[in-house]
T-cell receptor
């Protein structure tokens, strides 16, 4: 089992709809959770971070975390064609024997296509 | 805030030569920087973790004598690809962790290396 899993997609939604991106992570003492957006040929850009259970909203983006279910999601409201990109889920995990090195474990990413 | 630069953005070199890539945090101090490699249509692969003033920690399978990392100050880390070969052609991306923040990493724009 991969440590961080995402559906690779593509996830296709019409413009104006809500896009829902999901991520699950393996059973470790996970500390922090991040969503990055990566446009083709570019480097990742941090869009959301979440540390405690529940919802966190920032503009059109809402991150949801459920540590009991080992699940983190990203909702994008009023999706725009400019949101079309690959979304990477990243988890900071404490490793046995090494403590917290600050390393992030990335999922393989979900490609989102927003159609006009 | 949280801007990371990389130089050069693109480099073409001949097989057998060495290439140095610089990563700078422009508006914050980064105790830890990370170096990633990304092949087309694949996710990020962490190569090494670089801490200021100490030796880098390499991920399993990454040759430390081939990928030399130096983190001389709180704002600068360098990656040198020694004796480059065509299979080293890839997108190299650094990230930096702001010492004032939890575990968020901010990515540089990346360096596209082509070895001919």
């Amino acid at each position: 089992q991969k440590e961080v899993e995402q559906n690779s997609g593509p996830l296709s939604v019409p413009e104006g709809a809500i896009a829902s991106l999901n991520c699950t992570y393996s059973d470790r003492v996970s500390q922090s959770f991040f969503w990055y957006r990566q446009y083709s040929g570019k480097s990742p850009e941090l869009i959301m971070s979440i540390y405690s259970n529940g919802d966190k909203e920032d503009g059109r983006f809402t991150a949801q975390l459920n540590k009991a279910s080992q699940y983190v999601s990203l909702l994008i409201r009023d999706s725009q064609p400019s949101d079309s990109a690959t979304y990477l889920c990243a988890v900071n995990m404490r490793e046995r024997g090494s403590g917290n090195t600050g390393k992030l474990i990335f999922g393989q990413g979900t490609t989102l296509q927003v159609k006009p | 805030g949280a801007v990371v630069s990389q130089h050069p953005s693109r480099v073409i070199c001949k097989s057998g030569t060495s290439v140095k890539i610089e990563c700078r945090s422009l508006d914050f101090q980064a105790t830890t920087m990370f170096w990633y490699r990304q092949f087309p249509k694949q996710s990020l692969m962490l190569m090494a973790t670089s801490n200021e003033g100490s030796k880098a920690t390499y991920e399993q399978g990454v040759e430390k004598d081939k990928f030399l990392i130096n983190h001389a100050s709180l704002t600068l880390s360098t990656l040198t690809v020694t004796s480059a070969h065509p299979e080293d052609s890839s997108f190299y991306i650094c990230s930096a962790r702001d010492r004032r923040q939890f575990y968020e990493q901010y990515f540089g724009p990346g360096t596209r290396l082509t070895v001919t």
